[in-house]
């Protein structure tokens, strides 16, 4: 008999190679549409260099929206994180596994390692990742941006109707076959390296307060209303507020 151990490995595997499958095909269905077209052609179909950031709660859509331009996405060294970090590779991303209380420095030298090399190059994850608070932005993409020396690019996605998974942390939606997608995307932050601390503060509030901005209008446009109305307190960060990134 498999030790439990084997058992988990089988059943990830079987997660990770069923799972893609069906959402690939349940995602091709949704109507998908472009807010800020002129970001998406230079830095997807242009290919420019880009860090990309959003929030937890679209990132199975993204992953999978995104899998024909090859990005590096930083995935947490959890259970979950190995999930969609093996879904992710599956449909042809590159994960990069770390978090800010595991492995995180190392995974951010991959990634800007990755960055540096010539050629089409995006780096992309969760900003409020890998277990919340929802809505609070950290700094290490903002870190990756600036050492790169490429465009910090913030990006949300709504769609209606969608499953809302209501025992996940961060409310993960999921795109209902045939729905309406908004993928909505900012012009962003060119980051200057002698930013100090005080700099990459006063951009991290911004940053985040620009997520939720973008979040609320592209969920205003679609339609899509989560459940719980609890979850909306949390959209507008500002300072002394309570923020608190980790």
Known sequence: MPSRN????????????????????????????????DVHERFVKGGKKAV?????????????????????????????????????????????????????REALREMLKFMED???RHAATVLDGPRGPRFVAKKGMLFLAKHAGVPLKPLIISAHPAITLKKAWDRTILPLPFSRVIVSYHEGW?????????????????????LNEMMLAADTET????????????????????????
Not at 21 to 34: A, D, G, K, P, Y
Not at 227 to 232: E, K, M, Q, R, W
């Open 118 to 120: 010539s050629g089409r």
């Open 223 to 246: 339609g899509y209303k989560d459940a719980n109305p609890d979850v909306y307190k949390d959209y507008f960060h500002t300072e002394g507020n309570g923020s608190n990134p980790s």
């Open 6 to 37: 084997r058992r988990r490995k089988i059943l990830t595997w079987l997660t990770i190679n069923v799972g893609s499958h069906i959402l690939n095909l349940w995602f091709s269905t949704c109507r998908i549409q472009i807010k800020g077209r």
């Open 52 to 104: 990309a950031c959003t929030w937890h709660r679209g990132a199975i859509f993204l992953v999978w929206y995104y899998r024909r331009i090859h990005p590096m996405i930083l995935f947490s060294r959890s259970r979950d994180g190995e999930l969609i970090a093996g879904f992710a590779e599956k449909l042809g991303c590159i994960p990069s596994r770390g978090s800010t209380s595991r492995g995180g």
């Open 190 to 210: 060119h980051i200057p390296r002698n930013m100090n601390s005080a700099g990459m503060e006063a951009l991290r509030l911004e940053v985040e307060n620009t």
